[in-house]
T-cell receptor, first 112, second 115 residues
Framework: AQSVTQLGSHVSVSEGALVLLRCNYSSSVPPYLFWYVQYPNQGLQLLLKYTSAATLVKGINGFEAEFKKSETSFHLTKPSAHMRDAAEYFCAVNFGNEKLTFGTGTRLTIIP | AAGVIQSPRHLIKEKRETATLKCYPIPRHDTVYWYQQGPGQDPQFLISFYEKMQSDKGSIPDRFSAQQFSDYHSELNMSSLELGDSALYFC??????????????FGPGTRLTVT
């Protein structure tokens, strides 16, 4: 069965600093990988997805992620953090038209 | 662009009561998923429907049932509510396609509070 592990339940970065949120997956076959963002008391918004095309995926709000098969990773990055990026971020995996399996989430705090 | 609609947005029920949550997927989407997110937790898959047939089942209690109707909207029925059922319930929809992207679009959720 596939799974994802998010290292760090809480990450704090200064405004303008690099954001790095870690996600590692476990799967016997190449999965589809997703990053979702959840703002307080709101739903889940898709940031970006990897579906076996380009390994470097660009998403919304300046975020990007790189699929590294050798490291079974799909870390989310943003060069310069903004106050509006404060939210909960979830990495998720599936194999197509089926349920998503989510990581436990990383709460991102931006320090002014 | 049309999004996934869920109603109601907030629901307060007492223990042992029943609740019905509704989901209206994005037009032309053929698959609906239901997820439950407890306080401070990640979303957990409950059940899904493809073309009005149940396609997968997760950790959904026997007290819960769901169906998808001819107009593709879905309802999650919850009976004998327990305090532990208090959570945010999300509906998501996707479109099966040969391109294989299958991204799921989530609704705003229904916050259920059981007292």
């Amino acid at each position: 069965a596939q799974s994802v592990t998010q290292l760090g339940s809480h990450v704090s970065v200064s405004e303008g600093a690099l954001v790095l949120l870690r996600c590692n997956y476990s799967s016997s076959v190449p999965p589809y990988l997703f990053w979702y963002v959840q703002y307080p008391n709101q739903g889940l918004q898709l940031l970006l997805k990897y579906t076996s095309a380009a390994t470097l995926v660009k998403g919304i709000n300046g975020f990007e992620a790189e699929f590294k098969k050798s490291e079974t990773s799909f870390h989310l990055t943003k060069p310069s953090a903004h106050m509006r990026d404060a939210a909960e971020y979830f990495c998720a995996v599936n194999f197509g038209n089926e349920k998503l399996t989510f990581g436990t989430g990383t709460r991102l705090t931006i320090i002014p | 662009a049309a999004g996934v609609i869920q109603s109601p947005r907030h629901l307060i029920k007492e223990k042992r009561e029943t609740a019905t949550l509704k989901c209206y997927p994005i037009p032309r989407h053929d698959t609906v998923y239901w997820y439950q997110q407890g306080p401070g937790q990640d979303p957990q898959f409950l059940i899904s429907f493809y073309e009005k047939m149940q396609s997968d089942k997760g950790s959904i209690p026997d007290r819960f049932s769901a169906q998808q109707f001819s107009d593709y909207h879905s309802e999650l029925n919850m009976s004998s509510l327990e305090l532990g059922d208090s959570a945010l319930y999300f509906c998501a929809s996707s479109l099966s396609s040969t391109s294989g992207t299958y991204e799921q679009y989530f609704g705003p959720g229904t916050r259920l509070t059981v007292t």
